[in-house]
C-alpha cells in the first residue's frame, strides 16, 4: 500500500538535455523547429543549449543531444526529436 501510494505523490521528474549549437545549425530542419519548441516547452524537460559541447567527430556525422549526460544520437532531427521523446515519456 505504501509504494501504491508514494507513486501517486511523487514528483516526475526532470530530464536534463544539453544541444550542440553547431549540431542543430548542421541538422536542425525547418520542417521540425516548432515541434522542437513544443516538446522543449514540456514541464519534464529542461533544456541548455551550449556553443560546444566539444563532440566533434559525432558532430559532424549526426544530430545529436546529451539527454541526463547520455549521448543520443538520430539520422537527421526528426530522427533525434522522435528517440528524445521517447526516453521522456519513458521517463514518466
Known amino acids: 500500500m505504501l509504494a501504491f501510494i508514494s507513486k501517486l505523490f511523487t514528483k516526475k521528474t526532470k530530464v536534463t538535455l544539453e544541444f550542440c549549437q553547431t549540431n542543430l545549425d548542421r541538422f536542425l530542419e ?18 541548455k543549449e551550449y ?12 544530430a545529436y543531444a546529451k539527454l541526463n549526460g547520455a549521448m543520443i544520437t538520430g539520422i537527421d532531427s526528426g530522427d533525434l526529436l522522435a528517440q528524445l521523446k521517447d526516453k521522456v515519456n519513458a521517463n514518466k
Not at 30 to 47: A, H
Request: net charge negative; hydrophobic share 15%.
Open 30 to 47: 525547418e520542417e521540425y523547429t516548432e515541434e522542437y519548441g513544443e516538446f522543449l516547452k514540456s514541464p519534464q524537460v529542461s533544456y
Open 51 to 62: 556553443e560546444c559541447l566539444s563532440e566533434c567527430k559525432l558532430c559532424k556525422k549526426s
